[in-house]
């Protein structure tokens, strides 16, 4: 039984971890890449449609990402989308496709870059620890439900901070390779 606790512990930390990479993925480092536009919604005949389903989106160069539409009747609906995302991007529109540069971040940009990083990561331990906390109290009833022995419960409880550690260990390294990737220059 208390490794059903566990497993589910696992499952919900392995979620949590998933989302921040996914948060993290956002955060532009001053490298173009295709996931900073996974946020963006186009107006597309009246329902709001991810850009990502009406676009290829891709980063022929390091500083420049490239968004061709399949259908060129949204163009002008994807390139005002862009712009009212609020990520700081100046598209262009040539008729055939979305060309959108990259600005270089200045050091004031990277050090609130950082700040939300941190956040983000904090966040995500605060997360870590809840879940912590449930799993905790899951096998503390199964304790005084009779389900566990009291050296049983001690077992299962050192099981889930060993798991806890491993997933804010992994939260750390993410944070670190995050925050080097935006200072680089």
Known sequence: MKLEVHKALEEKMQKTISVLKEELSVIRAGRANPTMLDRVVVDYYGSATPLK??????????????????????????????????????????GKVIRIVIPQLTEERRKDLLKVVNKTGESAKVALRNERRDANDKLKKMQKDGELTEDDLKKAQDEVQKITD??????????EKKSKEIMEV
């Open 53 to 94: 389903q009406l676009a290829t989106v891709s980063a022929p160069e390091p500083r420049t990402l490239i968004v061709q539409p399949w259908d060129m009747s949204a163009l002008n609906n994807i390139e005002k989308a862009i712009q009212n995302a609020d990520l700081g991007f100046n598209p262009t529109n040539d």
């Open 166 to 175: 491993k997933h804010i260990k992994l939260v750390d390294e993410m944070l």
